[in-house]
């Protein structure tokens, strides 16, 4: 195999990371598990785990309740709220749980559904996971509400950024995008998105989902109306986050039953929640906080304007965003030199700012499953499929073939990892 030399800019200290993560410690026939499944789902680090166990040991409860372990749950989901206000740089009651993001999208659609009515527009895109798209086909169904689906180049999977800004008009109502693409990385220049749909007076929801993990995110600074995440995605438990405008949550008036509150956030958060999962998140949130606290920012600038926890948060997904950058550049280099390989996205070096480690390739001769699977047999984890991105798999004319095989790498991934990969994909372009 040829040698590419790994540059890293700005490193964290991968071992002192990789500690905290106990799920690292597994074998698979023999060889330490490799973690490519990460847009599926990230590990978690020791914090969330120990989190867990003692909301389990001190606090299992349901909430306010005049005891001891209900107080303890009321103060757990209030400072759960609190932890994501500070990644995200809103305010605590502009946050709402649920069961994940795909639930949760197709619970505020109805919301925001009643809201519009017949002729009103909503814009999608083919670059998006079906959660940002499925649930505004559902409500525009309902509510003879027009969709107009916007077009990605196939070349490099960007979004066709003059026919977004074309399709808006007055009767827009709300733009559905993603940051980041779950199935090829690309980012979205998701402020000039936002920038305007508001100059014709639409609403804009963003799927972070797979932006989340990867970089700071401000949704202050972006002004966008919704943000969606999943903390199984950001080395949490499995529940799903919506940021929304306290204004625009306030006028909202969600499927809910009667005796709960009609405040916000409470109003959107039906039913018991997963309590247990909040204090997880807690953790997930401290072992990131960890991470700024002991990392230096890699552009002082970006975390000037934050203080405290917040700056923490900023430092280390800064950081996060430097080093998984030259992780993508040796990642797509390496793929590059292995024959009958075909890349999807943006794939030059030069590109790496407008992408998150995140991969789709086939090989000729080879199902993706196929690919999978020889991976899977000497540990190395990830997809193949669609992943939910129904349809750009269609655009790329790879679904009816078994979609792609996904590499997504996250920052505690090592060149190292990258290595192994590549040598099992090379043996098989070879057979
Ligand atoms: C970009 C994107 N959006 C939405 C989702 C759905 O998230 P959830 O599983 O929390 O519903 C995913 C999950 O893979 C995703 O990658």
């Given at each position: 195999m040829q040698h590419i030399p790994y540059i890293p800019t700005v490193a964290?200290?991968?071992?002192?990371?990789?500690?905290?993560?106990?799920?690292f410690e597994q074998q698979v026939n023999n060889h330490p598990i490799v973690f490519f499944d990460n847009p599926g789902g990230t590990q978690v680090p020791q914090q969330v785990i120990e989190a867990t166990t003692e909301y389990y040991l001190y606090a299992n409860a349901n909430t306010h309740g005049?005891?001891?372990?209900?107080?303890?749950?009321?103060?757990?989901?209030e400072e759960a709220r609190l932890a994501v206000a500070d990644l995200l740089n809103c305010d605590a009651h502009e946050v709402i749980f649920g069961a994940?993001?795909?639930?949760?999208?197709?619970?505020?659609?109805?919301?925001?559904?009643?809201?519009?009515?017949?002729?009103?527009?909503?814009?999608?895109t083919t670059l998006d996971h079906d959660a940002n798209i499925a649930p505004w086909r559902a409500v525009a169904e309902e509510r003879g509400l027009v969709i107009r689906q916007i077009d990605i180049d196939p070349k490099t999977c960007t979004l066709d950024m003059d026919a977004l800004h074309a399709a808006m008009n007055d009767r827009t109502k709300l733009v559905a995008v993603g940051y980041a693409s779950n199935a090829v990385g690309t980012i979205n220049d998701v402020?000039?998105?936002?920038?305007?749909?508001?100059?014709?007076g639409a609403l804009c929801w963003i799927d972070a989902v797979q932006y989340v993990p990867h970089g700071p995110v401000d949704v202050r600074q972006l002004d966008c109306d919704f943000l969606a995440f999943s903390a199984y995605k950001v080395f949490g438990p499995h529940i799903g986050v919506v940021y929304g405008k306290q204004a625009l949550l306030e006028g909202l008036r969600p499927y809910k039953v009667r005796p709960a509150s009609d405040a916000t956030p409470d109003k959107f958060e039906t039913g018991t929640q997963p309590h247990e999962l909040f204090a997880g998140l807690l953790g997930a949130i401290d072992y990131l906080s960890l991470l700024g606290n002991t990392h230096a920012a890699p552009t002082p600038e970006a975390a000037s304007d934050y203080s405290g926890r917040r700056r923490a948060l900023k430092i280390a997904m800064g950081s996060i965003l430097a080093y998984e950058r030259t992780l993508s550049a040796y990642l797509l280099t390496a793929l590059s030199l292995v024959p009958n390989l075909t890349l999807y996205g943006l794939t030059n070096p030069t590109d790496m700012t407008r992408r998150v480690p995140t991969v789709a390739l086939t090989m000729r001769d080879q199902t993706p499953r196929a690919l999978a699977e020889a991976?899977?047999?000497?540990?190395?984890?990830?997809?193949?499929?669609?992943?939910?991105?129904?349809?750009?798999?269609?655009?790329?004319?790879?679904?009816?073939?078994?979609?792609?095989?996904?590499?997504?790498?996250?920052?505690?991934?090592?060149?190292?990892?990258i290595d192994r990969c590549i040598a099992v994909l090379s043996q098989l372009s070879r057979a």
């Open positions: 964290p200290d991968l071992a002192e990371v990789r500690a905290y993560f106990p799920s005049a005891f001891a372990t209900s107080q303890r749950t009321d103060t757990i989901i994940n993001m795909t639930t949760l999208t197709f619970s505020l659609s109805r919301a925001l559904g009643r809201t519009l009515v017949a002729g009103d527009e909503i814009i999608v402020a000039t998105i936002v920038h305007w749909a508001h100059d014709v991976l899977a047999e000497v540990g190395i984890c990830a997809w193949d499929g669609n992943y939910y991105a129904v349809e750009l798999m269609e655009r790329l004319g790879l679904e009816a073939t078994g979609g792609a095989l996904r590499l997504g790498l996250t920052h505690y991934n090592t060149p190292e990892e």
